[in-house]
């Protein structure tokens, strides 16, 4: 069965520095990986997507991405963060299990950005 | 309309009451989502209907009804509900088909249930 990981639960950081949320993925089949942030008393949004093609993926908000299937990680990377960066952040799988496809997030990482 | 719609924002009800949450988008989406999402926990997966038809339940308690009156519309009917089911329920859309799909998921901003 698919899994994700999130390696760290809370990263706290300073504005204006760089910030790194790990992820990585347990799956036998091809999969598709994605974040998504959370701010508080909000719905998710979608940061980012890897469904094939460029292993580099950038998304909204400045953030990137890169797909390494040696690795099983997804790491989420920002070469600057603000003050409005604070949120939950949640990298997930879609994965095609048999029949149909289904959407696993791993546990979460609470990115605190202090100015 | 690139949004999903998620009404009441705020939900409080005794364990004897009947409400219904409500969800709508219309961006033509197909697959239509329940999620249920504890404080600092990632959503968990409820039901998922695809093209108006419940293509998984995700052994969800009986005291939840999920109900899918057309395309744009996803409904949850909730009946004595539990202290335990507070929670933050979020609906989400998205292109594909049945049982989830590869594409992303739009969610809304989500329903803050409260049951005392």
């Known amino acids: 069965a698919q899994s994700v990981t999130q390696l760290d639960s809370q990263v706290p950081v300073f504005e204006e520095a760089p910030v790194e949320l790990r992820c990585n993925y347990s799956s036998s089949v091809s999969v598709y990986l994605f974040w998504y942030v959370q701010y508080p008393n909000q719905g998710l949004q979608l940061l980012l997507k890897y469904l094939s093609g460029s292993t580099l993926v950038k998304g909204i908000n400045g953030f990137e991405a890169e797909f390494n299937k040696s690795q099983t990680s997804f790491h989420l990377r920002k070469p600057s963060v603000h003050i409005s960066d604070t949120a939950e952040y949640f990298c997930a799988v879609s994965v095609y299990g048999g029949s149909n496809y289904k959407l696993t997030f791993g546990k979460g990482t609470l990115l605190t950005v202090n100015p | 309309d690139t949004e999903v719609t998620q009404t009441p924002k705020h939900l409080v009800m005794g364990m004897t009451n009947k409400k219904s949450l409500k969800c709508e988008q219309h961006?033509?989406?197909?697959?239509m989502y329940w999620y249920k999402q504890k404080a600092k926990k990632p959503p968990e997966l409820m039901f998922v209907?695809?093209?108006?038809?419940?293509?998984i339940n995700e052994s969800v308690p009986s005291r939840f009804s999920p109900e899918c009156p057309n395309s744009s519309l996803l409904n949850l009917h909730l009946h004595a509900l539990q202290p335990e089911d507070s929670a933050l329920y979020l609906c989400a859309s998205s292109p594909g088909l049945a049982g989830g799909t590869r594409d992303e998921q739009f969610f809304g901003p989500g329903t803050r249930l409260t049951v005392l």
């Open positions: 961006m033509g989406h197909r697959a």
């Open positions: 209907y695809s093209y108006e038809k419940l293509s």
